[in-house]
């Protein structure tokens, strides 16, 4: 549904075109190289828009090449050397109107590599290309269609080697950075002629790199909070900034949003150039991998890490009272419109400890993975935590599982299992409106804010310290609170590794959740514990979380879809019943509908007659058990379309 301010604009006949989102305009996509051309679907429209693609090895010590619209398909530039610009016909050899194609270079496309691209398309108060012509005598305004004042401008000579020189808004006009190279910022009033871009220009001034007579060059334009997008075309997508480390090495950065792509240089002493990005791996703990646009090295681990968090990050780790300029972009912000959008289930079968990829169709934030033959442990995985796992049936803290892999852009794993064994994943995406995860460090107390990026108000909070408790062991226990539940109040109804009901403990305090924030009890905010949070909210045609009363005949429940449910999470709230969890990969069907449970070890339960589908949602049978649907029980219920 339009918001107010898009029917006001429409009435007034100054609505534009549709709102652009980051999904729009940015893409971190992953592949793996094979010597044969390769054809990349990221969602951007760089044929139709025009573009900049950043292209580089992760495995192997290969150069940094970007490649632009503007300029053409087959001229290249090198972030980490002084080169001109060089004709790579074998690169990419087309952009599309979703992406881009790849061809046979072994720069970019070397058999069996792993390689990350990075596409910015053209748009206001975004990203913008400009090409000029040096005149090698006065300051020149160059003209650009940005909309905004730039944040971060890379300038580099294209016809000749000259350095990449870099303005950033924290620097100013009488400062200069080096992308090609590690050296801190330079005083210098030459590149810019002192003068600070605007909306429609920026300035070069007289120095040779930057206006050269007759050097042809190109720049690359970034934005910083200039708003323009969502809904109501008025949120943040990039933000370009500084931050100083505290005496720990250790700084926190509000950017209004939690960031998926992180650029970053220290400027008040000799440093690298960082590249960070969440498809490759920025959890909210441990290492975070590293590639550096001023050398042609492969990716790296490093303990110098950037924590993202609901509206920014933590830096950790970092040199003592050390200056960073960043750039920042936004984590995906659109609303699904379908539930494929954002959930898939998937089965594989392992042989001999190997096991193929789940397919989902999108990345995968978080997915919960079972044996189906076999009694083991059910196991979530998350990507902000990283390689680790969490036991839904049991209280035990997080542990290392290097099995874990969220390097796709269309599925999660693969991972190692037992031989000759069939394993399901039901993979989960962040959207607004149907699911956010929330990881951080509790600071003690009742009535903490936490901030969400669900957009909307949560109706199911599932809460898991990750750590040992120091409280206790009653802190280790998943918390689970839902709204659906009459007389809960904020209140933890149920725990997710137990069969048990009407627990009683303060999940929030004291205030009711809101579409930006918890408050949170002391219960699930101990200081020092590190906890995690996953949020469910109804969405029109995609979600349902509800409650439904047992009636022990057949029970048709509405939740409002087109379709059959395809995942369905079912708990009982007024006596002790098991946590069913039903998915179409392995059926939602009259006859047979096999279950499992997430408190349990169990296999799954196969050949029974307990949920029907229905158009509308899912039908409770008959021959339910009273875990399901008792006369007069009360449920709760998780249901995706």
């Known amino acids: 549904m339009p918001s107010n301010k898009k029917l006001l604009q429409a009435a007034a006949g100054s609505a534009g075109g549709d709102p652009l989102y980051v999904e729009d305009v940015f893409s971190t996509y992953l592949y793996t190289g094979t010597a044969s051309a390769i054809t990349i679907n990221n969602g951007i429209d760089l044929s139709g828009e025009g573009g900049l693609t950043w292209l580089k090895s992760r495995n192997l010590a290969e150069a940094d090449i970007l490649m632009d619209t503007t300029r053409g398909v087959s001229s290249a530039l090198v972030s980490n050397n002084t080169n001109a610009a060089f004709t790579l016909t074998d690169g990419i050899t087309a952009f599309n109107s979703n992406g881009f194609t790849l061809g046979t270079s072994n720069i970019t496309n070397t058999n069996a590599s792993t390689n990350v691209s990075w596409s910015f398309r053209k748009a206001k108060k975004f990203f913008d290309i400009v090409t000029y012509t040096g005149n090698g005598g006065t300051p020149q305004n160059i003209s650009h269609s940005l909309g905004s004042v730039p944040g971060m401008i890379l300038v580099k000579r294209t016809d000749s080697a000259f350095k990449w020189f870099v303005y950033h808004t924290s620097t100013g006009a009488t400062e200069y950075l080096q992308l090609n190279d590690t050296a801190g910022a330079v005083g210098y009033g030459g590149y810019w002629d002192s003068t600070a871009p605007t909306d429609s220009v920026f300035t070069i001034g007289t120095d040779t790199n930057g206006n050269a007579s007759g050097g042809t060059y190109v720049a ?315 949020l469910f909210a109804t969405l029109a045609g995609v979600s349902k979380v509800g409650s439904y009363t047992g009636t022990g005949a057949d029970l048709n429940v509405d939740c409002g879809f087109t379709a059959s449910a395809r995942f369905i999470l079912i708990k009982r709230t007024d006596s002790t019943g098991d946590w069913y969890t039903y998915d179409s990969a392995r059926g939602i069907s009259a006859g047979n509908d096999p279950y499992l449970l997430l408190n349990t070890t169990a296999a799954q339960v196969t050949n029974t007659d307990y949920i029907d589908p229905l158009n509308a949602g899912f039908t409770v049978t008959s021959s339910a058990p009273a875990g399901l649907n008792a006369n007069g029980g009360s449920y709760i219920f998780l249901a995706i379309a």
């Open 220 to 534: 690359y334009l970034f934005a910083s909070d200039a708003g323009g997008f969502g809904e109501d075309e008025d949120e943040n997508i990039i933000k370009c900034g500084s931050y100083t480390t505290d005496g720990s090495g250790n700084a926190t950065v509000n950017l209004g949003f939690e960031p998926q792509w992180i650029l970053s240089k220290r400027t008040n002493a000799t440093g690298a150039w960082y590249i960070r990005d969440v498809m490759r791996g920025m959890p909210v703990d441990g290492n975070n991998a590293l590639l550096y646009p001023n050398s042609s090295g492969a990716e790296a681990a490093s303990s110098f890490a950037l924590r993202p968090s609901a509206t920014g990050f933590t830096a950790f780790n970092d040199a003592a009272s050390q200056t960073n300029i960043y750039m920042a972009i936004r984590r995906p912000m659109k609303t699904p419109e379908a539930g494929t959008e954002v959930f898939m289930p998937d089965t594989r079968a392992s042989s001999g400890g190997t096991l193929a990829e789940f397919i989902s169709g999108f990345p995968v934030d978080m997915y919960l993975r079972y044996l189906l033959s076999a009694t083991y442990e059910n196991r979530a995985h998350t990507r902000l935590l990283g390689e680790t796992k969490l036991i839904t049936n049991t209280t035990a803290a997080e542990v290392a599982d290097t099995t874990v892999s969220f390097a796709s852009n269309v599925g999660a794993g693969p991972s190692g299992e037992s031989a000759n064994t069939s394993v399901l994943a039901q993979m989960f995406k962040r959207a607004a409106g149907f699911m956010d995860v929330v990881a951080r460090t509790g600071t003690g107390g009742s009535g903490v804010s936490v901030p969400h990026n669900l957009t909307v108000v949560p109706e199911l909070v599932i809460s898991k310290t990750r750590t040992a408790s120091s409280f206790g062991t009653d802190l280790d226990k998943w918390f689970v609170w839902s709204s659906a539940v009459s007389g809960s109040g904020n209140d933890s109804v149920v725990q997710l590794q137990s069969n048990s009901y009407n627990l009683g403990m303060g999940f929030f305090y004291p205030n009711s959740p809101t579409a930006s924030a918890m408050t949170v009890h002391g219960n699930i905010n101990y200081s020092g514990d590190e906890l995690v949070y996953y």
